[in-house]
Nanobody
Framework: QVTLVESGGGLVQAGGSLRLSCAASGRTFSGYAMGWFRQAPGKGREFVAAISWSATNTYYADSMKGRSTITRGNTKNTVYLQMNSLKPEDTAVYYC???????????????????WGQGTQVTVSS
């Protein structure tokens, strides 16, 4: 079992920035890809960004390209999502997820991920 804990959400004005963190603990796999997803009220879960175990490969939703950066910490058990130029439509609960079945790549679909955090609220005011 892998436990994921997100932090860093909050209220920010449009144009501002936030850095989300996700710390993984528990069962040690040989590695795992990690991703960020979000869900706005009344909408389905949406892919935001993902990173491979080695951090060599990163993936972004079109809506987040150029405005966000996903990175892994030195221990690889922490993943960060730096979001800039935030817009009101970025308002959502942001979830991190881990996929131990992938090392060199990372998936952009939620059903590929086995473990999920509880989420952190991001609210962008206009």
């Amino acid at each position: 079992q892998v436990t994921l804990v997100e932090s860093g959400g909050g209220l920010v004005q449009a144009g501002g920035s936030l850095r989300l963190s996700c710390a993984a603990s528990g069962r040690t796999f040989s590695g795992y890809a990690m991703g960020w997803f979000r869900q706005a009220p009344g909408k389905g879960r949406e892919f935001v960004a993902a990173i491979s175990w080695s951090a060599t490969n990163t993936y972004y939703a079109d809506s987040m390209k150029g405005r966000s950066t996903i990175t892994r910490g030195n221990t690889k058990n922490t993943v960060y999502l730096q979001m800039n130029s935030l817009k009101p439509e970025d308002t959502a609960v942001y979830y991190c997820a881990a996929d131990p079945s992938r090392l060199q790549t990372a998936a952009a679909v939620d059903y590929a991920y086995h473990y999920w955090g509880q989420g952190t609220q991001v609210t962008v005011s206009s």
